[in-house]
């Protein structure tokens, strides 16, 4: 009888192992089917959204489907920068991954809400200026990316409005002191502008509700001229300021070539959509383990020049042919 009991016994550790196992197995079903939930997460934040199919592409040149290995929580202001904080907020409780900021706006909205999500700047205008970085070569934190601080930029801007609008003296400058980094744009305006012997109107515009008054505030000055500070709202409010800027017969110049795709004069800048592009490389590399602190802040490669030659003409401007040369886009 005690071998039989012990055989009994036997076979219910036997059937014991058997269940606890069958157990592990059955909660290893639901954990492989979770799997693909824990792709990447990235979260985009930004005021407008614009150029974000550039990131997207950028993504998908690296090898990232999305909804397959990546997975992207869009988050976009309605160009209203004070909800950006709020939308950041909600990209750090979903527990992104990482989150790409674009602009300098979206960039400090992201750093007020955490220090230990990795961000990753699309087009800060001046990231060491602003304190998102220590510096571009060693950034220290968890911000990274690509600023479209070029040289001598706000100097070019104003050599070409000189160019196209001979004897040019007065030239209203349209800004939002909102912008993180608008202070550091202007700065670098006005000691262009004291180097060409030019008088600046300086006019703030913090909501498109604004441009009415600005336009009629630079003629009041005696304006012959308008240069657009970088800023989101220069973007998202091209075709305002462009009719206005027609209606005014004021040559303007802007650092975004969405101003001249909707009727305006001319832009000078880094090629925009480039960087968002290339933002995405900095994704790639956080997500194979790179720290931010450690990934160098990238400049600007590409910058375009581009002419609404038609805007001209309705102005009464003759573009000079040696500036018609240098353009990389000219819009007939």
Known sequence: MTVVRSQWSVIGISVVYLAVGALLSGLCVPAEAQQPGKIPHIGFLSLSGANQEAFRQ???????????????ESRMAANRA????????????????????????????????????????????????????????????????????????????????????????RVAVFWNPDDPAAKISLRETQDAAKAQAMH?????????????SAFRAANKGRARALILLPAPIVATQAKQIAELAL?????????????????????YGANLADLYGRAATYVDKILKGAKPADLPVEQPTKFELVINLKTAKQIGLVIPPNVLARADRVIR
């Open 200 to 212: 600046l109107q300086i006019v703030e515009i913090r909501e498109a509700s604004d441009f009415e």
């Open 247 to 267: 209606k005014n017969n004021l040559p303007a110049i802007s650092p975004v070539s969405e101003f001249p795709n909707a009727g305006g004069l001319m832009s």
């Open 58 to 72: 950028g993504l998908r040149d690296l090898g990232y489907i999305e909804g397959k290995n990546i997975a992207i």
């Open 82 to 169: 004070d909800r950006l904080s709020v939308l950041a907020g909600e990209l750090v409780d979903l527990k992104v991954d990482v989150i790409v900021a674009a602009g300098s706006q979206a960039v400090h909205a992201a750093q007020r809400i955490t220090n230990n999500i990795p961000i990753v700047m699309t087009s800060s205008s001046d990231p060491i200026g602003t304190g998102f970085v220590a510096s571009l070569a060693h950034p220290g934190g968890n911000i990274t990316g690509l600023s479209i601080l070029g040289p001598d930029l706000s100097t070019k801007r104003l050599e070409m409005l000189k160019e196209v609008v001979l004897g040019v003296s």
